[in-house]
């Protein structure tokens, strides 16, 4: 009976069969026959595999794509400012309607009014375009600064413990107990009239206390860590303790959040505007667009459908940016060819 292979007694190499080569040990140094070693995997850093998954979420990619398409056509059509754009006609500009001021977009034709023109003959893509300047900026702007007001509330809470996490905690109660709309409206009706970057202060000061619960709850667990307690027993400071070493290990719930305070911000925003809270004539918004042709929703209804598919794109293509980076930070997900 032919003694089958094992670890102690390995086929010899005679002993295969023409044929057997491609299951044929290969030889080790000094003669020896065993398998070749497994190929080094390549190592990356956490930042690397945080880029590799993010780029490999499709729906993100396509999200991104778009995304940046809107804000170029925005800010490159009409221009900024003293910056002059492409499209030669002013959101503020009134003339005659041209057909009944119906949209001259087609598959392959562009026309002299491609959204048409509202009641007073003013072009609607150049007002469509400035509105969606508008909502980005506001949104970018709550977006970011509510970030950093929640981050630096929750971290300094859950780090310091104590009266102070009682006060800044018992404060953020207070402002999550309050409809959020409401509380946006009473503050907004006075700062609406000082101008958009005013507006999107007062949104920020109002929309950052999800976010502080939740750097919170992350600072809370990763006190009680050995690095912490290591930097704690060498004298570090306090403040270096948890700018450099704490809040950096919460940098995916920071990221992921702030994709979806942005596009909270836009609806918010949006919603301001139009209950005559938010952007105040003669600027518009996405909003106050959807606003102010409400009542033309059955005779024109394009005044109405253009704001509100742009502020649906933005909305969404945001929103699925910030699943993209949620499933790129979470280390507990199984992936493959990371």
């Known amino acids: 009976m032919t003694d089958q292979p094992n670890e102690v007694n390995p086929p ?30 390549k190592s990356y850093s956490q930042g690397q595999l945080v880029r590799r998954r993010f780029f490999r979420h499709k729906g993100a990619m396509v999200a991104l794509v778009v995304l940046v398409f809107i804000t170029l056509l925005a800010f490159t059509s009409i221009g900024i400012g003293p910056i002059p754009g492409w499209w030669g006609k002013n959101y503020t500009s009134t003339g005659s309607a041209i057909d009944g001021g119906r949209p001259t977009l087609g598959w392959f ?34 977006g970011i600064g509510s970030t950093i007001i929640g981050t630096v509330v929750g971290s300094i809470a859950g780090y310091f413990r104590g009266i102070i996490e009682a006060i800044l905690m018992r404060l953020t109660d207070l402002l999550i107990i309050i409809p959020l709309l409401v509380l946006a409206a009473v503050i907004s009706a006075r700062a609406g009239g000082s101008g958009i970057w005013a507006l999107a202060l ?45 809040l950096p290990n919460t940098i995916g719930v920071i ?35 959807i606003s102010e042709y409400q009542n033309a ?25 910030g699943d993209g980076l949620r499933d790129a930070f979470d280390p507990r997900q199984n992936r493959k060819g990371d």
Do not use: Y
């Not at 005679?14 to 190929?39: F, Q, T, Y």
């Not at 609607?124 to 969606?132: H, N, Y």
């Not at 909270?264 to 996405?286: C, K, N, Q, T």
């Open 12 to 41: 010899r190499a005679e002993s295969l069969m023409p044929g057997d080569e491609r299951n044929a040990p290969s030889p080790m140094p000094g003669g020896m026959v065993g398998l070749m070693p497994d190929k080094p995997q």
């Open 109 to 142: 034709t562009i026309g002299e009014h491609p959204f048409g023109q509202d009641t007073v003959g003013r072009d609607f893509f150049a007002r469509t375009m400035r509105g969606t300047q508008i909502s980005l900026i506001i949104a970018f702007v709550v």
């Open 202 to 246: 007062v949104l920020a000061a109002v929309t950052w206390t999800s976010l502080a619960r939740l750097v919170r709850g992350e600072v809370l667990s990763l006190r009680e860590r050995e690095f912490v307690s290591a930097a704690r027993a060498i004298g570090t400071h306090p403040a270096r303790i948890l700018f450099r070493h704490i």
């Open 255 to 289: 990221i992921v959040s702030t994709t979806f305070s942005i596009s909270a911000a836009i609806l918010l925003e949006s919603s301001l505007s139009f209950l005559g809270f938010g952007v105040r004539p003669p600027d518009v918004s996405l909003g106050l667009l």
């Open 297 to 321: 929703f059955t005779v024109r209804p394009w005044l109405f459908w253009f704001p509100g598919m742009f502020i649906l794109a933005i909305a969404l293509c945001v929103s699925f940016i």
